[in-house]
């Protein structure tokens, strides 16, 4: 069975300062990772996936990830935080070793403060 | 429209009533999915359709809950006899992969679910 890990239940950290927002996962085999932010009242939208390749991915309004296929992680970054992200994010992972269906299993979300 | 319509976006019933939550995929998505989202958690998965075809259905709670999408495409689940514990936000994602695997999902704002 696969599963996330999101340590963290929040983040804090000054407008301006480097953001980060941590994730580790088990899957069998190798995996696709994904982030999702979620603002209140909203549903999920696509941040960055990691598929193969480059273990730097970079994603929409200035997030990247690393992927760390020894230490099982995906974390999430942004070298300067801005207010207006503020939210909560998801991490999620899938199997990659299947040619078909495969269910996607998210965290349990980390809520992001960026204080002014 | 151009994402995934959800209605309504909030439903207030009372325990033992039957009701249905609509979801609309953006046009031309083969893969939806359905999630279950609790106060202060992420999205747990229900169940998953291929166009009509229902090719997951493992995280279905109990019988009271059922789904469909007859042509492939506006999809219903269905909560019979609704219990307090049904409270939750159900949040409707489509994807253009076949298998809604590595492409992102795009989500619905979400049905948020009352039951008195």
């Known amino acids: 069975a696969q599963s996330v890990a999101q340590p963290e239940d929040q983040v804090n950290v000054a407008e301006g300062n480097p953001l980060t927002v941590k994730c580790t996962y088990s899957v069998s085999g190798n995996p696709y990772l994904f982030w999702y932010v979620q603002y209140p009242n909203r549903g999920l939208q696509f941040l960055l996936k990691?598929?193969?390749?480059?273990?730097l991915v970079k994603g929409s309004y200035g997030f990247e990830a690393e992927f760390n296929k020894s230490q099982t992680s995906f974390h999430l970054k942004k070298p300067s935080a801005l207010v207006s992200d503020s939210a909560l994010y998801f991490c999620a992972v899938r199997p990659r070793d299947s040619g078909g269906y495969q269910k996607v299993t998210f965290g349990i979300g980390t809520k992001l403060q960026v204080i002014p | 429209g151009a994402g995934v319509s959800q209605s309504p976006r909030y439903k207030v019933a009372k325990r033992g009533q039957d009701v249905a939550l609509r979801c609309d995929p953006i046009?031309?998505?083969?893969?939806l999915f359905w999630y279950q989202q609790a106060l202060g958690q992420g999205p747990e998965f229900l169940t998953y359709f291929q166009n009509e075809a229902q090719l997951d259905k493992s995280g279905l709670p109990s019988d009271r809950f059922f789904a469909e999408r007859p042509e492939g495409s506006v999809s219903t689940l269905k909560i019979q006899r609704t219990q307090q514990e049904d409270s939750a936000v159900y949040l409707c994602?489509?994807?253009?992969?076949?298998?809604?695997?590595?492409?992102?999902?795009?989500f619905g704002d979400g049905t948020r679910l009352s039951i008195l």
């Open positions: 990691y598929i193969t390749g480059d273990n």
């Open positions: 994602a489509s994807s253009t992969d076949r298998f809604g695997s590595n492409q992102p999902q795009h």
């Open positions: 046009s031309g998505h083969v893969s």
